[in-house]
């Protein structure tokens, strides 16, 4: 099973992930991008559910970062 990621666009047309994405680091961000492909594609081992949203923790990075959606 595929998913398909979305980024949130505001009515402005600003988006709050890119205004995050671009303060990371290279390591970070590379990171951050792998985990959202790998949510495309069906794996969701990190996530994890609380009611109704899911959490994907990437516990290897500097900031520990987190995807919700």
């Known amino acids: ?33 792998v985990a959202a492909a790998r949510m495309e594609q069906g794996n969701l081992s990190n996530v994890e559910w609380f009611r109704g949203i899911g959490e994907y923790k990437i516990d290897w990075t500097t900031s520990g970062a987190r995807l919700k959606y």
Not at 11 to 32: H, I, Q, R
Request: overall charge negative.
């Open 1 to 33: 099973m595929t998913y398909h990621v979305k980024e949130l666009l505001l009515s402005d047309g600003k988006s709050p992930y890119a205004d995050w994405f671009g303060t990371l680091d290279a390591m970070v961000a590379a990171k951050v991008s």
